[in-house]
T-cell receptor, first 115, second 111 residues
Framework: KAGVTQTPRYLIKTRGQQVTLSCSPISGHRSVSWYQQTPGQGLQFLFEYFSETQRNKGNFPGRFSGRQFSNSRSEMNVSTLELGDSALYLC??????????????FGPGTRLTVT | DAKTTQPNSMESNEEEPVHLPCNHSTISGTDYIHWYRQLPSQGPEYVIHGLTSNVNNRMASLAIAEDRKSSTLILHRATLRDAAVYYCILRVGGSQGNLIFGKGTKLSVKP
């Protein structure tokens, strides 16, 4: 079974621009979660989507948004990029949602650099 | 906020067992203990999880103290590929299942 894939793997953007990242979960998985990883803050939860609905959200500003399609693929969008948005963005998929999400399978991440 | 305490780093010799400790003194009865690891330049990888009883899988064993205030991840024979940051995560019962990562333990394996 193919793992979680994320595209692109690397991205360089300028302050003020917006960016869209994509995640394809493992086949059969309907839950997709997004995390941000930075050296200072570590890994932080952004949001989770299940069956095209946002189930819960972390403590990030509204510039961070996402969506999920009927095939469970998910996209994450960051508008009005700031230097502090430079990070590794990780997507994780799981079969179940909420409390049932014991095993989350992570992709390799998208490295975003904002200049 | 993360509710676990782990050593910042540990060293092990190849082919020897490794015991990675984790303290979670504020754990409540419905909180699950999860372990993930992150190899260099990769996303985190699920290792194991448990609630009350010790757990074994093909990757590792999880030993949970009787009072559940601490746990130990056991790698039975460390290999060079086990060098990673190991995260002990307390998943709060009744929550939405989000993982709250702490700083983890960086495990180095010497040949």
């Amino acid at each position: 079974k193919a793992g979680v894939t994320q595209t692109p793997r690397y991205l360089i953007k300028t302050r003020g621009q917006q960016v869209t990242l994509s995640c394809s979960p493992i086949s059969g998985h309907r839950s997709v979660s997004w995390y941000q990883q930075t050296p200072g803050q570590g890994l932080q939860f952004l949001f989770e989507y299940f069956s095209e609905t946002q189930r819960n959200k972390g403590n990030f500003p509204g510039r961070f948004s996402g969506r999920q399609f009927s095939n469970s693929r998910s996209e994450m969008n960051v508008s009005t990029l700031e230097l502090g948005d430079s990070a590794l963005y990780l997507c994780a998929s799981s079969y179940a949602s909420g409390q049932g999400r014991h095993e989350q399978y992570f992709g390799p991440g998208t490295r975003l650099t904002v200049t | 906020d993360a509710k676990t305490t782990q050593p910042n780093s540990m060293e092990s010799n190849e082919e020897e067992p490794v015991h990675l400790p984790c303290n979670h003194s504020t754990i409540s009865g419905t909180d699950y203990i999860h372990w993930y690891r992150q190899l260099p330049s990769q996303g985190p990888e699920y290792v194991i999880h448990g609630l009350t009883s010790n757990v074994n899988n093909r990757m590792a064993s999880l030993a949970i103290a009787e009072d559940r205030k601490s746990s130990t991840l056991i790698l039975h024979r460390a290999t060079l590929r086990d060098a990673a940051v190991y995260y002990c995560i307390l998943r709060v019962g009744g929550s939405q299942g989000n993982l709250i990562f702490g700083k983890g333990t960086k495990l180095s394996v010497k040949p």
